[in-house]
């Protein structure tokens, strides 16, 4: 991947230079709660409860912040190996998430071997997979699919989930640099999570698209070319 230098000097240094900030916050929070909680009325309470949940959100977007200035790609790590491989190790990463939300997750067969950086392309699968997790029905029966379609040229992979969906006409917004819908915002993430993804896919000579209708769920497609 050709990285902006720049542009990677900059995430580190605000990751650095907000870590020490928000330590303190959380800090003087706790003990504001610790020694004069016993005092506060029950909106002081909810106040507190308000900040350590900001700056845990905030915690969160430095932890994304600084996974997005490490994503690199380099094709000397590439090499081949069957992408099942790839999707069990992204699935044991997420096997808590899926158990406490009762989901049913199937994966396909006759997956192929695929020609990547494997510790790149297992980020890809984990975070489309934990994307589907939060975003799968909670009224009925959560469902997520994965599995590959293959062509003369690429492997496509796809993540379908039967989650809230989005209007057809976001689909440019959803992996813009902290791009966060407004049907979605109810739910936990900073928005960083597709952009790196969509920067891993796109250095391997792939591309990523989603397919959306509100209430229909999403299915997020990303294609590796075939090895020559």
Not at 69 to 86: G, T
Request: charged share 30%.
């Amino acid at each position: 991947m050709e990285k902006n230098e720049n542009l990677d000097v900059c995430l580190r240094t605000i990751a650095h230079e907000l870590k020490h900030p928000l330590s303190a916050i959380h800090g003087f929070v706790a003990l504001l709660g610790e020694r004069y909680g016993h005092e506060l009325p029950k909106e002081g309470k909810h106040y507190i409860d308000r900040i350590n949940s900001n700056v845990r959100r905030a915690e969160d977007l430095l932890a994304d912040i600084i996974r997005l200035a490490r994503v690199q790609v380099s094709d000397m790590d590439f090499k081949k190996v069957p992408s099942r491989d790839l999707i069990d190790s992204a699935v044991e990463t997420l096997s808590y998430q899926l158990s406490e939300g009762d989901v049913s997750l199937s994966v396909g067969s006759d997956l192929p071997e695929v020609l990547c950086d494997p510790a790149a392309i297992t980020i890809v699968f984990t975070n489309l997979i934990s994307n589907a997790i939060k975003y799968s029905k909670r009224s009925t029966e959560r469902r997520i699919e994965v599995g590959c379609r293959t062509d003369e040229i690429f492997y496509k992979f796809y993540i379908k989930d039967n989650g809230i969906g989005f209007k057809s006409g976001d689909r440019s917004h959803v992996f813009q640099l902290f791009g966060r819908l407004r049907t979605r915002r109810e739910i936990e993430g900073t928005g960083l999570g597709l952009t790196i993804v969509k920067g891993i896919v796109e250095a391997h000579g792939g591309e990523i698209w989603v397919e959306s209708r509100m209430h229909r769920g999403a299915t997020f497609f990303f294609t590796l070319p075939k090895p020559a």
